[in-house]
């Protein structure tokens, strides 16, 4: 939720006309009694709807083409080494450089939350169209 707080913060703040695009990547993993470390889906046994690995919310303000991406990693079991060597982190974290948005972001029993540059996100995630021109950091 301070996420999206955030976000309409910034932009009444500032101002500014921001586009918004929201989604999932990937597919979570928990570990069973065997150890294994699994892949999580609804609908079981069928498989059929996966959980998603991570939810991302994109902030573009097309007119200074800058962005930014806001990470929540959806697994709040996972340990930070776990996060950090099974994929969940898809892009060079730079939330150090931002300001605005007010989360816990390394609390993992709330959830573990990063942000990226949109063309970093893109090389790891490159299902969203229409971003290739976003190659300003939302600062």
Known sequence: MSVE??????AADRNIHLDVF???F???HLW???REFRRIFFDWPAAQIPVPMIYYKILVNRANNSGIVLIGVNNYHLTLEEIQS???????DVADQISYVSWSRTNLVRGYSYA???QDFLRA??????LESINTLLV
């Open 125 to 130: 995630v490159p299902h969203v169209p229409g």
């Open 26 to 28: 990937g597919i979570t």
């Open 116 to 118: 990226c540059e949109v």
């Open 32 to 34: 069973t009694e065997a």
């Open 86 to 92: 099974n994929g969940y982190i898809v892009c060079n």
């Open 5 to 10: 707080i955030s976000s309409r913060r910034l």
């Open 22 to 24: 929201t989604g999932t």
